[in-house]
């Protein structure tokens, strides 16, 4: 870690009147997208990346991060007071935390849930600023094979192609895939699945397929399912938002365990926030002398998890910074962003925008400082405000999409792109594909390519320097671990012999 360079990039932070109202809106914005049932930081970051236009690299990337970690936050706003989870993530927060509510502790479970989320974030924070560059020193010695087999192997993971039911995100990633596809070769010039289009002749922006298959697709399914929102089933006091310290450490040793879990399950690529926070909901059951009364509203129960949530945060953001692999959807989104601004992710990022990316990490402890503050005092603010603008939320979503991607290129193909993604997404999500894989597929086939092409370039068409680094060799391995896995344990669960001789 190089303490002084993040000591300057809280000072670029903290004197930069833009920075922090760049964060400031990022959080706001996050909090409130977060605790939209269903939207989610991923859709909330890829409505907003055209506010991103125009802005200098580092307020750009603080906005993306801020509303990332805002999204964090208020997911769990709607889990506790309707028991509606914000996004996917956030369902955990509801075994316990609507019980709480239910039980006139309303107050008390929003406090708590902001408070474990704030040292998660915090010790997310701390691992990305310590690990980020070892990770980007130590991925110098990757070449184009070792790119290859790692992308290759972080698609697989992130995609979900290593689950038991495959075969929906092997659609979803392909259809991703295809996607990228689209325009003139880099190499030969030659147009691809363009169908005589001169439009496509560039290519599909990832930003008209993400606002699209998630902003748009969210527009439709709202004007078919109507308002999300119910009525908030416990009053917030103004006083009740404040448990004493002596209630606040009783959840420590809970805290700690779901912010250690969610940070390194953050690192692993395919994993996401959503993993961490059950697995530390299990682990804390499992430690409990009181396992039944989980569900009941049990305040470990809902610390853990959203101190999981938080510090998957900054786990994630590890290899999307170090090596330019996104390790969910929410981090592709971001990653294109980083790139729309002119920013390269990967092992020389430190060194060629270092000042940028410390101040950005400076920025994203600030804003969880911000955070805690904002989901303490405000909390029955966002909730009153959530529950009056759901209504509008729908052409409110639509004019926010048509407006950002018609300002990219002045170019009304583009929204008819959008919309007929939007189709897409809306379809997708009817039929319970996933749409994240469809994402990281568009995200990375473009890098997946340019590595495969330049590692057989220096090989002279060989195909074995993929298995003759080591490096490389491992990954692949663990690739087709993956691909496999689920079909060994499907043969194992199947065979009486086994479970007999067991």
Known sequence: MDLQALMDGFKSILTSPSAILWCLLGITIGTLVGALPGVGPTTGIAILLPLTFGLNPLDALILMMSVYNGAMYGGRISSILINVPGDAAAVVSTFDGYPLAQQGKA??????????????????????????????????????????????????????????????????????????????????????????????????????????????????????????????????????????????????????????????????????????????????????????????????????????????????????????????????????????????????????????????????????????????????????????????????????CSLGVYMMNNSLFDIGLMIFFGFVGYFMRKCQFPIAPLILGLILAPMIEKSMRQALSMSGNDYSIFVMRPISLVFLVLSIILLFLPIIKKLYNRNPEIKINQ
């Open 107 to 400: 107050g008390y479970a929003l406090t708590l849930s902001a408070v474990a989320s704030f040292i998660g974030g915090t010790l997310g924070f701390v691992g990305l600023a310590f690990l980020s560059p070892t990770i980007a020193r130590g991925a110098l010695v990757f070449g184009p094979p070792e790119y290859f087999t790692l992308m290759l192997f972080a698609l697989i993971a992130t995609s979900g192609l290593a689950e038991k039911r495959p075969f929906k995100a092997i659609v979803s990633t392909l259809l991703g895939l295809m996607i990228a596809l689209i325009g003139m070769d880099s190499v030969t010039g030659e147009p691809r699945l363009t169908f005589g289009l001169l439009e496509l002749w560039d290519g599909i922006d990832f930003v008209v397929v993400a606002i699209g298959v998630f902003g748009m697709s969210e527009v439709l399914l709202r004007l078919e399912t109507g308002s999300a929102m119910q009525e908030i089933a416990a009053k917030l006091p103004f006083k009740s938002l404040f448990p004493n310290i002596k209630e606040i450490v009783s959840n420590f040793s809970a805290i700690a365990r779901g912010s250690l879990i969610g940070f390194f399950v953050g690192v692993l690529p395919g994993a996401g926030a959503t993993i961490a926070t059950f697995l530390a909901y299990s682990a804390e059951k499992k430690v409990s002398r009181n396992p039944e009364r989980f569900g009941m509203g049990v305040p470990q129960g809902l610390s853990a998890p959203e101190a999981a949530n938080n510090a998957s945060v900054g786990g994630a953001l590890i290899p999307t910074f170090s090596l330019g692999i996104p390790g969910s959807g929410t981090t592709a989104i971001l990653l294109g962003g980083l790139m729309m601004v002119g920013l390269k992710p990967g092992p020389l990022m430190f060194q060629e925008s270092g000042d940028v990316i410390w101040a950005a990490i400076a920025g994203f402890c600030v804003a969880n400082i911000l955070l805690l503050i904002l989901n303490t005092v405000f909390v029955p603010f966002f909730a009153i405000a959530i529950q009056k603008a759901d209504p509008y939320m729908a052409p409110l979503i639509a004019v926010l």
